[in-house]
């Protein structure tokens, strides 16, 4: 007898600039910010979190960027607003003076130098995960900011960072779009939030071939269909309404464009 798998639903309210109280399902945001350029909703991903990293040379864009985003305002009085609660990492990115105003500022640093095994964003999210012993975990979801673009080798070790801790939401983000997985261990309910996102889509096998997928609310659906690489995989797709279905068995990547408003 095969046993009917669980629910997951998932939203992008954190791209909303208020998270109606009613929406499901009602998570904890925590903000990693990476050495890519800040989006430009950085301010509502910071606004929703209740915890915010910045992984090494992160904070550097914080620094440099986060005033950019406010044009008239005091460059000073916005990197103290924006302040990070953590920095983390080999710190071999993040600049002097930087590290010594954030420091002033109360930030707590974290030296993991010793740790070449690991990338910065993965000793973030342990962090997360396990030392961060305010945060309500039982619904969170961790939102990376700056996670594509750039190297390549660099996104490739973003995506292991959400195979790595497939048990946790992890949501990437750039300008341009989002990535997150949809583990095989649930069904899936992606309500999607036309105004900030949409309609281009894509779901992508990762690590090994899809033999069954499938789901509704696609333009191109998924029927019990095969996906791989040197196969099909469903990239270039498009949402036609507001929730998509999706169950497979295996792992599978979402992504979504990011409407610039």
Known sequence: MVMAKDLMRHSSTFLLPSIPPHRRPSLTYALVVLNQSLPRFTPLLWK???LRLCADGGANRVYDDMPLLFPLEDAFDVRRRYKPDVIKGDLDSIRTEVLDFYRSQGTEIIDKSHDQDTTDLHKCVTYIRDFALDLDKSNLCILVAGALGGRFDHEMGNLN???HFSSLRIVLLSDDSLIHLL????RHEIHIQTSVEGPHCGLIPLGIPSRCSTTTGLQWNLNNTEMRFGGLVSTSNLVTGEKVTVQSDTDLL???SIKKL
């Open 183 to 186: 583990p095989r261990s649930h």
């Open 48 to 50: 929703h979190s209740q």
């Open 161 to 163: 960072v959400l195979c």
């Open 254 to 256: 979402w992504t979504i």
